[in-house]
């Protein structure tokens, strides 16, 4: 399920700059890593993408190189120290984010609602037998 194209604004770009933290990258292969690795959550095209990087080395968060050594030349992009600060901080903010999603029953609520607590052990065989009644009448 692709993101909203707002969530996609904010997401976008500390995606890009995680998957630079490892390594250097051209820009088709983080086309490739970004629904890879999301499993295409954060899946975005070429053109949505180069933007971005053009933004994000225009704010000196990401460097590029051309290397023509291959049979087609790549442009190369690469964390700045810059860019790792700013990682860092939008790291932060992001896990604030999660957390206070989690605590609203947003972020792992899928979870949540699938999982029943346990009956207590203490619970006496009359209730147990009206409770399975109920739960048979549920599935006719």
Do not use: C, F
């Not at 949505?48 to 225009?58: C, F, G, K, R, S």
């Not at 984010?97 to 999982?115: C, D």
């Amino acid at each position: 399920m692709p993101l909203d194209r707002e969530l996609m604004r904010g997401a976008g770009p500390v995606a890009v700059l995680k998957l630079l933290e490892r390594r250097e990258m051209y820009g088709y292969e983080l086309v490739e890593s970004l629904e890879a690795r999301t499993e295409g959550v954060l899946a975005m095209g070429q053109s949505t993408l180069y933007p971005m990087l053009y933004n994000l080395e225009a704010k000196r968060l990401v460097a590029s190189r051309w290397d023509e050594s291959g049979a087609r030349g790549r442009k190369y992009y690469r964390l700045t120290a810059a860019g790792k600060r700013r990682l860092a901080e939008d790291s932060a903010q992001w896990n604030a984010v999660t957390a206070a999603m989690r605590q609203l029953g947003i972020v792992g609520r899928l979870a949540a609602s699938a999982w029943t607590a346990p009956r207590p052990p203490t619970m006496d065989l009359a209730h147990r037998g009206a409770d399975l009644g109920a739960r048979l009448g549920a599935l006719r």
